[in-house]
C-alpha cells in the first residue's frame, strides 16, 4: 500500500549504517510535522538503503516536503512494530503540471415550444393501439 503525506521536515536523526550477510547497509531516520485538523502531529519515517539518504539530505530542517511511503508493521517478543519506509520525496506541491483539458464548446440548441392541443393526434373511434 502505498500512501502519500506532505508535511514539514522537523528533525532528521544520525544516519545509521552497517554490514550484514547481504552487504552493507544505510538507514536514516527522519520526524516530519504535519497538519492534523487543528492542530499538529509528528510521525517518524525511515529512509532505507543509501540512495534514499542521500535523497534526504537534499533537504534540510523546515523544507516543506511531500513523502511517499509504505506501512509496514512486525512482530517481535510479542510485541507489533510499525515502520513508515520512505520511496520517494520531493518537495511539497511539486507535482508536474497537468496539461488543461481541453473542452469543446457546447453545441448551442433551442429548446422545442412545449405541444399544444393542437399538435396532439386526432383520437380515432373504435380503435384502440393496445395489443390486448
Same mark, same amino acid.
Request: glycine share 6%; aromatic share 12%.
Given at each position: 500500500?502505498?500512501? &502519500?503525506?506532505?508535511?514539514?521536515?522537523?528533525?532528521? !536523526?544520525?544516519?545509521?549504517?552497517?554490514?550484514?550477510?547481504?552487504?552493507? /547497509?544505510?538507514?536514516?531516520?527522519?520526524? *516530519? &510535522?504535519?497538519?492534523?485538523?487543528?492542530?499538529?502531529?509528528?510521525?517518524?519515517?525511515?529512509? /532505507?538503503?543509501?540512495?534514499?539518504?542521500? &535523497? *534526504?539530505?537534499?533537504?534540510?530542517?523546515?523544507?516543506?516536503?511531500?513523502?511517499?511511503?509504505?506501512?509496514?508493521?512486525?512482530?517481535?517478543?510479542?510485541? /507489533?512494530?510499525?515502520? *513508515?519506509?520512505? /520511496?520517494?520525496?520531493?518537495?511539497?506541491?511539486?507535482?508536474?503540471?497537468?496539461?488543461?483539458?481541453?473542452?469543446?464548446?457546447?453545441?448551442?440548441?433551442?429548446?422545442?415550444?412545449?405541444?399544444? !392541443?393542437?399538435?396532439?393526434?386526432?383520437?380515432?373511434?373504435?380503435? &384502440?393501439?393496445?395489443?390486448?
Amino acid at each position: 500500500m502505498a500512501l &502519500e503525506i506532505e508535511g514539514t521536515l522537523f528533525q532528521k !536523526l544520525p544516519v545509521a549504517s552497517g554490514n550484514s550477510a547481504r552487504g552493507p /547497509w544505510a538507514k536514516q531516520e527522519f520526524i *516530519l &510535522e504535519y497538519p492534523d485538523g487543528n492542530y499538529t502531529a509528528k510521525a517518524c519515517f525511515t529512509a /532505507w538503503g543509501s540512495d534514499k539518504v542521500q &535523497e *534526504l539530505s537534499k533537504y534540510q530542517v523546515g523544507d516543506k516536503v511531500k513523502v511517499s511511503f509504505n506501512l509496514k508493521s512486525r512482530e517481535y517478543n510479542g510485541r /507489533w512494530y510499525n515502520d *513508515l519506509q520512505i /520511496w520517494k520525496i520531493a518537495p511539497a506541491g511539486a507535482q508536474p503540471a497537468a496539461p488543461a483539458p481541453v473542452q469543446a464548446a457546447a453545441p448551442a440548441f433551442q429548446q422545442a415550444p412545449a405541444p399544444t !392541443l393542437e399538435d396532439m393526434p386526432a383520437e380515432s373511434q373504435g380503435e &384502440e393501439d393496445l395489443p390486448f
